[in-house]
């Protein structure tokens, strides 16, 4: 009994032995990459375009909240529909255009083991996300304010779920400035 437990405590230490020699070749391997002033780069490039064009969006959505901020009306509605259609299809726009930005493939280091799924990260990015998300509070808000009365209430909501969204989009958008 006593050889079997000396024989697993050996193996043990020699598998412990492997796994730490395996570790310090990684490192060493690895090690070149990380002094060499190789960057990986993870995230898309800055596109002023696009900063541009959310900015824009955001002021023509002010401007909306602004003039609904007291409350709507279904009979006052017509003079909105234009302005709802314009800024929906520009976020919307702008979204298709993160979407399709061209993104850096994961380093060796993060890419997806074998049989993994790959991720698109473009598809993944926060700010395409919180463009998706602006688009479908505003479709909202287009659809109660067509039905009306949308009281001064509910505006806020629909504002304040705007400007959270609009945050983390604009605030990745501008980080990717670097």
Do not use: W
């Amino acid at each position: 009994m006593r050889a079997l437990h000396q024989n697993t405590h050996s193996q043990s230490r020699k598998s412990t032995a492997h796994a730490g020699l395996f570790a310090l070749v990684l490192y060493l391997a690895a090690a070149p990459l990380g002094l060499s002033g190789c960057t990986a780069h993870l995230a898309p490039d800055y596109d002023q375009s696009i900063v541009d064009g959310l900015t824009d969006a955001n002021t023509k959505t002010m401007t909306l909240f602004a003039s609904t901020s007291s409350g709507t009306t279904a009979s006052t509605f017509p003079a909105r529909e234009p302005t709802y259609n314009a800024i929906i299809g520009q976020f919307d726009a702008l979204r298709l255009e993160i979407v399709a930005r061209p993104t850096p493939p994961p380093p060796f280091f993060l890419a997806p083991a074998a049989g993994g799924k790959p991720t698109d990260s473009s598809s993944n990015a926060p700010s395409a996300a919180s463009l998706g998300t602006i688009v479908q509070t505003l479709t909202r808000m287009k659809t109660s304010d067509q039905a009306g009365p949308v009281p001064p209430d509910v505006v806020a909501v629909f504002k304040n779920s705007y400007e959270v969204s609009f945050e983390q989009a604009f605030t990745y958008e501008m980080a990717l400035k670097r």
